[in-house]
């Protein structure tokens, strides 16, 4: 099994920054591609940023040039720092993980969120 702990959302007043940090652990062989996705009350759940193996990232267009995404492969960490946020970014943030186990076959978690809230 594969465990994604995620920690670093909170309050925060428009205009400031937050970064949250996803480690994963357990019988890890190799990570794939990274990602924050973000699920505000009452809407689907959506594609915040994702970041490669090899380091190519991709953002959500609601998102370019105020969230980085970054991975650190030695500690198995994604991270989001967001700046200049938003009222409308207020969401719970969700990370997600692919890779392979380290006995056999692929896998995809979830991690268990963390709410950022931005207030005026």
């Known amino acids: 099994q594969v465990q994604l702990v995620e920690s670093g959302g909170g309050l925060v007043q428009a205009g400031g920054s937050l970064r949250l940090s996803c480690a994963a652990s357990?019988?890890?062989?190799?990570?794939?591609?990274m990602a924050w996705y973000r699920q505000a009350p009452g809407k689907q759940r959506e594609l915040v940023a994702i970041?490669?193996?090899?380091?190519?990232?991709t953002y959500a267009d609601f998102v370019k040039g105020r969230f980085t995404i970054s991975r650190d492969n030695a500690k198995n960490t994604v991270y989001l720092q967001m700046n200049s946020l938003k009222l409308e970014d207020t969401a719970v943030y969700y990370c997600?993980?692919?890779?392979?186990?380290?006995?056999?076959?692929?896998?995809?978690?979830w991690g268990q969120g963390t709410q950022v809230t931005v207030s005026s």
């Open positions: 970041i490669t193996s090899g380091g190519r990232t």
């Open positions: 997600n993980v692919q890779g392979y186990y380290a006995s056999w076959g692929s896998f995809s978690s």
């Open positions: 357990g019988s890890i062989r190799s990570i794939n591609a």
